[in-house]
């Protein structure tokens, strides 16, 4: 198992080099809509996460339930545990997600990768727009796990989201 | 004793039976309770306000975003607009899917609320999604918001009835809880001896009760955050009216502290805006009743005026009693602001702040008929800058930008309050002097006020520039009985000034009409006169003054009308510079040239031709060195034999395009005169910078050269000049031997004039060069004997 990690990750490194995923520094506002922009002072990386980054990291499969669809739509994306280790991100921080029209709330990281949190970019094979909550979406395994159907955990499912600040 | 235990048994079941009623009915209420206690916390979920505020929070976002992208605000590129609209979309769903409580007033639901949403949405969503821009489309804007009214008015009505619904259910269950403590105490009070049971379940109860008030605390805890958080605010007041609470939003916008509002009175802290809708309200508030909507006029931290709308509905405690007000507000100051400064831009123009040309055109109608009302006369003044292009030519746009906002400030100096002043597009001004007495002569004397002021020079930057105007003045109703026809006589006044020299005014007279519709013809003959064959080209020879060889010679551009007959260059050559027409002539008559000059072969293979560029050449051909190089090529003429005559105006522009058109000349190997050298201002600065071979010294020096000592002081000083530069010299206009002889005398080059021959057309030209060689080569000794 070893070897394989370590393949995995200069896999991922030189990959990152020749892609849009290693966004280097970017002035704020410079990211193309569509996208979401993981920065601040904990972020060891700054990445913007679009679809040539979701295609770098892998795109995995969420079939879930959610308290704003019907029946139980497949979700294609990346957990967001995935996103932080690639932008480097160390445990015990904390993350403020921030959506398109400014709605922000405020996490621990460790408790999102706890709670399987999934950055979601198709929904039944058809991206997300904006209309439909789109282009990434924040959600959670409520089907897998029912435990996380509450108030608090659907409060983090931020949608339109645009950025990740990283304290 | 047994009837005495009887008894007692009677009173004991007698009780216990009622403590068995009472407990039943505990018992239900205590269920009531509970199954209320559980519905309030949904009930006091903040989601269900929230989804409400949120989508109203959207809506607002987006006309805002549309409002600045339309007004032109560069921050809000089509892209963000479009961005606001699919966020909007977004939230349309979420008003029944996110709100737990069913919200109900006067008939209206959520779902309703939804509907109407999603039906305004799909109505203006092609528009929107269909462009890439909606710069300055008001139109598209009004549109917008007209389809969004109903959707914001249907999302304020569920503010109100969600405030509404959520204190019935709350007071509701207090009122429950209160009332089932009373009924309870009883009960327990007298059987408090009778069973231990009873006290269980009561202290249970009791339990129960406290946790839903609790719960209920807590919710209210929620909701005051979110209260906190939302874009609109809540307030509440006590029976005197006097504010006992409002939601941090409200302090943020007015900047106001909460000592500064709290305990005062709602009516003192903000008054209606509208008299009929406060007096409605003062009722209202007067009747206990709810308002709905009413804006009201405030003060902000600074003392600034904040316009606030707000909403509210009596609140009653338990007795039926009346205990204040709760309700929710906004502040709609910077809407109101947007929609004004809409509205002004509507009608103004938004470079100066004057009026645009269609409200101009109104107020010139509302004049119009009021002079022929009254039976005085009004005046309407059109102008335009004269040096505007110039400005923007050489300083740039935004230079000329700020150049038409001072001519705007200085004409709000120079006019009354009465008059109106508009902007009518580019650098055309109008200013309207309503009827009144002795408006001619006010007109006038304003007409010259205004030429006075923009003569004054500008400063741009650290430089400064002239723009002057000129102005046209026509009276109504002497000289138009409408808009159109007054407008139509200012405009040949304006045109007739222009004509006249520019920096003038002039009032229009009927036979301005005349002149114009005359100029007209003259242009479309013009249009047509190259390709009917009637221009032609004729040639002025050029000798030598020391010997009299001919050098060369000056194409001259001829118009010979079939019914006119010849037209003299100073009639058509201004028209053809002014309407563009100069272009196609200018490259006809240097390929012309070039093909003549190309067929003086034999002896007269050395000769020279010169060609004149006009100024409007220089300033609109797209690549006149290129036209150059083309007629060169074309005709097979050595360049060296090309003499291009340029006015000092010309190179005085120090344009870099004319720069570059000079060099290039030379590059071709093109030769450059300065045409009618003395005549304009003449700056020595450029002759240095211009590579250029020949003066011409203008004919007004030559014509009394022999009679005139200044005269000649001049042409010799000019002479010299051109020598110290090492300049051919070339007198023009030259017509007695005497002013040819004094030319030999100071030393100059080369004479053209009528002494010399008068222009010919090629054909003759090329008998009287053979003549003219002859005769020279026969006479040369003798004239040389002559002239020296």
Known sequence: MPIRRRCLITWLGLAGLTSPLLAGPRPAGAVARGAVRIHGPKVARELVLDDAALAVLGAEDLATRTPWTEGVPRFGGVPLAKVLKAAGVAGGSSVRAIALNDYAVEFSADEATAKSAFLARTMDGRKLTVRDKGPFWMIFPWSERPELDTASVQALSVWQLRELEIH | ?788
């Open chain 2, 1 to 788: 004793m047994s009837g005495v235990r009887k008894a007692w048994r009677v009173w004991v079941y007698g009780l216990l039976l009622l403590a068995l009623g009472a407990l039943g009915a505990d018992a239900w209420r205590g269920a009531e309770i509970v199954h209320a206690a559980s519905n309030q916390s949904r009930i006091y979920d903040a989601a269900t306000a929230w989804s409400i505020m949120q989508a109203r929070y959207e809506l607002e976002r987006f006309r805002e975003a549309l409002a600045r992208h339309v007004a032109g605000d560069p921050g809000v590129p089509y892209d963000d607009v479009r961005e606001r609209l699919d966020i909007l979309w977004s939230r349309v769903p979420l008003l029944t899917k996110e709100a737990p409580i069913a919200v109900e007033i006067d008939g209206l639901t959520l779902a309703e609320a939804q509907a109407v949403a999603e039906d305004a949405l799909e109505a203006i969503d092609p528009e929107l999604s269909g462009r890439a821009s909606a710069r300055g489309d008001l139109a598209l804007l009004e549109r917008v918001t007209a389809v969004l009214e109903p959707v914001r008015e249907r999302l304020a009505r569920c503010t109100t009835g969600f405030v509404l619904t959520r204190q019935r259910l709350f007071d509701e269950t207090r009122r429950t809880i209160l009332s089932t403590e009373r009924l309870h105490n009883t009960t327990f009070g007298g059987f408090l001896a009778v069973t231990a049971t009873l006290l269980a379940l009561a202290l249970a109860e009791a339990t129960v009760a406290r946790r839903a008030e609790a719960a209920a605390v807590a919710s209210e805890q929620r909701f005051k955050h979110f209260a906190h958080s939302a874009s609109d605010w809540l307030w509440e007041t006590d029976a005197d009216l006097k504010l006992t609470f409002v939601s941090e939003r409200w302090r943020t916008v007015s900047g106001l502290r909460e000592a500064d509002i709290l305990g005062r009175r709602l009516t003192e802290v903000a008054k209606p805006t509208e008299e009929a809708a406060g007096r409605r309200y003062a009722a209202d508030l007067a009747g206990h009743r709810p308002f709905r909507d009413v804006v009201l006029t405030g003060r902000g931290a600074a003392g600034e005026p904040r316009m606030i709308q707000v909403s509210g509905s009596p609140v009653s405690g338990p007795d039926g009693v009346f205990r204040g007000y709760r309700g929710v507000g906004a502040d709609i100051t910077d809407r109101l602001g947007q929609e004004r400064r809409i509205r002004f831009l509507a009608r103004h123009d938004s470079l100066t702040g004057l009026l645009n040309r269609a409200t101009f055109q109104e107020h010139l109608t509302l004049a119009i008929d009021a002079a022929a009302r009254d039976g005085r006369e009004a005046a309407l003044l059109l102008l335009d800058l004269d040096g505007f292009k110039e400005v923007n030519d050489t300083f740039g746009h935004d230079a000329g930008d700020a150049l038409l906002r001072e001519v705007a400030d200085r004409l709000r100096g120079v006019l009354r309050a009465s008059d109106a002043l508009a902007r009518l597009g580019g650098d055309e001004f109008a200013a309207l002097v309503p009827a009144g007495c002795e408006v001619e002569g006010n007109a006038e004397q304003l007409a010259r006020r205004i030429v006075a002021v923009l003569g004054q020079p500008f400063a741009i930057g650290e430089q400064e520039a002239r723009a002057g105007a000129s102005v046209g003045v026509a009276l109504c109703p002497s000289h138009g009985h409408d808009a159109e026809a007054l407008l139509k006589a200012a405009d040949l006044a304006l045109y007739r000034a222009k004509q006249d020299g520019r920096g003038r005014y002039r009032l229009f007279a009927p036979e301005m009409g005349d002149e114009l519709r005359h100029r007209r013809a003259l242009e479309r003959e013009l249009r047509r006169a190259a390709e009917r064959g009637q221009l032609d080209l004729h040639y002025q020879p050029i000798v030598e003054v020391a010997d009299g060889r001919l050098v060369g010679a000056e194409a001259l551009l001829r118009w010979r009308h079939p019914e006119l007959g010849p037209i003299p260059p100073s009639l058509f050559v201004p028209l053809a510079e002014e309407t563009g027409l100069i272009l196609p002539l200018g490259r006809w008559a240097l390929e012309r040239a070039c093909r003549d000059a190309a067929g003086w072969t034999g002896e007269l293979g050395g000769l020279a031709v010169s060609v004149n560029l006009s100024p409007v050449q220089f300033a609109h051909e797209d690549d006149l060195a290129g036209e150059v190089a083309k007629a060169l090529a074309a005709s097979g003429l050595a360049a060296g034999r090309l003499v291009l005559e340029i006015t000092e105006t010309v190179l005085m522009r120090d344009q870099p395009a004319v720069m570059a058109a000079v060099e290039r000349f030379r590059a071709l190997g093109v030769r450059l005169a300065i045409d009618d050298f003395g005549a304009g201002y003449s700056s020595l600065a450029y002759l240095r910078r211009f590579p250029v071979d020949k003066l011409k010294l203008d004919r007004s020096f030559v014509r009394d050269l022999e009679r005139d000592p200044e005269d000649r002081k001049i042409v010799g000083a000019m002479i010299l000049l051109g020598q110290s530069l090492g300049l051919e010299t070339v007198a023009e206009g030259v017509e007695s031997q005497a002013q040819l002889r004094c030319l030999a005398d100071l030393g100059c080059d080369q004479a053209q004039g009528y002494l010399i021959g008068r222009p010919m057309r090629n054909a003759d030209f090329l008998r009287f060069a053979a003549f003219h060689r002859r005769a020279t080569d026969a006479v040369r000794p003798g004239l040389a004997a002559a002239v020296a």
